[in-house]
């Protein structure tokens, strides 16, 4: 337990993450692209035809996994903001900045695939289903962070605003699902969600677990791609950068 | 002679950059100490370390003898603060911004009246202070710091835009004060003609 | 230090100076106003003046109205203070600083949540709210453009200094909840249904929000001070 409280404090200080975030992005990038692929061909070229929606359903190897990361990103940045402000740690709170644009592309693959996916099977390409109603709001959460980090020019102060902002956003995603949930009910008796596929045989449920998987793995990647990025742009007045680029 | 503050190897940092070092220094009630230096060189760094505004800092502050972290006056002194922004607010007259402030909300009319007549702005009493010069308005803070009776004042740059009437009367009000017992931490770029301890910082460094 | 008289002096005397400044400067209270009021007209315009339709879509555009109106309002709330030093006295007071910043809220709310909420009952004639409806439409003000001013005030603790509809992008996902349960209140009074049910459930947010909002703020504004 201790080797890895140890391990998690080390990688709080920013050239101890950027080494080993450059000794281990070729590793990332490959796994990532491994179970991606994998989960992709499987599930799109190897499952069984849904015998309601054709093939068309196959788009949930992609939907699916987006809509998940999607909301995971936002609570995985709501937590580094709470580990940000408890112990001021820097590299949480770049964390955030970082990860915000890769879960707001996720909230808008998943948008796109859901109204890909409604198209065929309802006839429209939006319809305001409680589930995708709330995939919306969760992408504007995700601008409103990326718009207050842009606008601020100091980047630490920048960091902890958002964490603010995460934070908060975190309590109050539950609710405003909950209330959005409710007000589908309200103005329409008769509810139907995206997953009208309700049972899955294994067949068609592992890939899925795959490609969540491969997702995962290239969240993770971009992720510390970025964050890498980001520190050597932060930190390029330290001594620790200059002497990594410019062996004198 | 009781020391209101103390201060011991103070490290100061602004925006993660160094400012201060090693600051020391002692205050005793009555006494009054004078931080000089130019532009940049941290004086009002040093007095928002020490109320609690910048937590970027580390080094011993005692204030009464106890030490404390100084978050925003946990010691048992009852201190008086004011900034660069003086805090006037131009659509409120001269008596509003003396009653709407810190020390002056349970001043009645006449304590008001009386300390407007101290600071020479009596007759605008009920004048906007938008209305007001520069140097006016840095009397309406100093009428401020006598509504209320309090140990330790900091003022950072009090004598910016102020003639030499309104010297004169900051030092004779500093000195009345310190009769009484207050103590007065004021920065500047000069040295003043009051009578305290003067400490110069250099940019960069300290003494 | 603290003795709870004093943090009520303090208060009231926020409360007190915010509302004699506010006071002074017409264009405090006149603007939120007019500004509602220009909104609510365009829906005609843009729609159509038919009474039916319009009827049926008030109370969802007073309510859109009233939001933003809030919202927009309250952005300057602290950068005046922040700027001539009257911020700083607040956080030297040794006072709980949230409660001198629930005391600013409190007076912008007074100042521009009443006006819109008067602004609403002509709205109300002018939509062709339905009847009975005017009652629920002034409660779910009440307490929806209180919460809305709170949340206004975060925004612009965050977005100190920058623009104004960054400030209401940073805050208008969380009105969302106020926002569904106020045109609940109209949809269940129009129809002669008990709402009392959605009131408590906004009296309790507010009940949350009020000192959870206000803390958030003081953590927000005291990032402008590092």
Not at chain 3, 88 to 98: G, H, I, L, R, T
Request: hydrophobic share 50%.
């Amino acid at each position: 337990m201790s080797r890895i409280k140890n391990w998690l404090i080390a990688m709080g200080s920013p050239p101890h993450f950027y080494k080993w975030a450059t000794s281990s992005l070729p590793w990332l990038a490959g796994l990532a692209v491994i179970v991606f692929c994998v989960g992709l061909t499987w599930g799109i070229g190897f499952s069984p035809t849904d015998y309601k929606q054709g093939d068309v359903y196959r788009i949930i190897y992609i939907h699916v996994p987006s809509a998940i990361l999607a909301e995971s990103i936002y609570i995985f940045m709501a937590i580094s903001g709470f580990i940000s402000m408890v112990w001021r740690a820097k590299i949480a709170g770049m964390l955030i900045n970082s990860a915000a644009p890769i879960g707001a592309g996720f909230t808008l693959v998943a948008l796109l695939t859901g109204s890909i996916w409604g198209k065929p099977t309802w006839g429209t390409w939006w319809v305001w289903d409680a589930r995708l109603t709330s995939t919306l709001i969760l992408f504007f959460l995700y601008a409103a962070i990326i718009g207050l980090h842009s606008s601020i020019e100091n980047k630490t102060k920048g960091d902890r605003a958002v964490a603010i902002l995460a934070v908060l956003g975190v309590v109050i995603v539950p609710i405003i699902k909950k209330s959005v949930d409710w007000w589908q009910t309200l103005h329409q008796p008769s509810t139907f969600t995206l997953t009208s596929s309700p049972s899955m045989s294994p067949e068609m449920y592992l890939p899925l677990l795959v490609c969540v998987l491969g997702f995962y793995c290239l969240f993770i990647f971009m992720l510390t791609n970025s964050l890498r990025g980001e520190i050597i742009s932060r930190e390029r007045d330290k001594s620790w950068v200059k002497k990594q680029f410019f062996k004198y | 002679m009781s020391n209101i503050l103390k201060v011991k190897n103070l490290n100061c940092r602004r925006s993660g950059e160094e400012v201060l070092q090693g600051l020391s220094f002692t205050l005793e009630a009555g006494k009054n100490l004078e931080i000089i230096g130019s532009n940049g060189s941290g004086k009002t760094t040093v007095l928002r370390s020490l109320l609690g505004f910048v937590n970027d800092h580390d080094g011993g502050v005692y204030w009464n003898d106890s030490e404390v972290s100084s978050t925003f006056q946990e010691g048992d002194v009852s201190c008086f603060y004011q900034g660069h922004q003086i805090a006037v607010k131009p659509l409120l007259t001269t008596y509003e911004n003396l009653k709407f402030s810190s020390s002056g909300f349970n001043s009645s009319l006449e304590e008001i009246t009386l300390i407007a007549k101290k600071i020479g702005l009596k007759h605008f009493l009920n004048r906007q202070s938008s209305s007001l010069s520069a140097g006016q308005k840095k009397r309406i803070a100093i009428g401020r710091w006598l509504l209320k009776d309090f140990n330790l004042y900091m003022i950072d740059e009090p004598f910016t835009a102020l003639d030499d009437e309104g010297i004169e009367l900051i030092e004779d009000i500093v000195r009345e004060l310190n009769n009484k017992g207050a103590s007065f931490l004021i920065t500047g770029h000069r040295p003043s003609g009051l009578n305290s301890n003067k400490i110069y910082l250099d940019v960069k460094n300290d003494k | 230090m603290t003795n709870r008289d004093n943090t009520l002096d303090w208060f009231m005397l926020v409360l007190r100076r915010d509302l004699t400044l506010s006071f002074r400067r017409s264009a405090t209270y006149i603007t939120p106003l007019i500004f509602f009021l220009i909104v609510v007209t365009f829906f005609p315009l843009a729609l159509g003046p038919s009474q039916s339709l319009l009827g049926s879509l008030a109370a969802g555009i007073i309510w859109i109205s009233a939001l933003l109106s809030s919202l927009l309002a309250v952005e300057g709330i602290f950068s005046e203070d922040y700027r001539d030093g009257t911020l700083d006295q607040y956080f030297v007071s040794s006072e709980p600083v949230f409660i001198l910043i629930f005391a600013k809220v409190l007076c912008h709310w007074l100042v521009c949540g009443a006006p819109i909420i008067l602004a609403s009952i002509l709205s109300s004639i002018f939509l062709y709210l339905p009847s009975g409806a005017l009652f629920a439409l002034i409660i779910s003000l009440l307490l929806g453009t209180l919460f809305m001013s709170l949340l206004g005030a975060l925004g612009a603790a965050l977005a100190l200094g920058k623009s104004a509809i960054l400030s209401a992008i940073i805050v208008l996902p969380f009105s969302i909840p106020t926002l569904l349960m106020g045109t609940a209140i109209m949809s269940a009074a129009v129809n002669q249904q008990d709402y009392s049910g959605f009131l408590s459930i906004m009296g309790a947010m507010l009940a949350v929000g009020i000192p959870g909002l206000c803390l958030l703020t003081v953590e927000a504004i005291l990032l402008n001070y590092e």
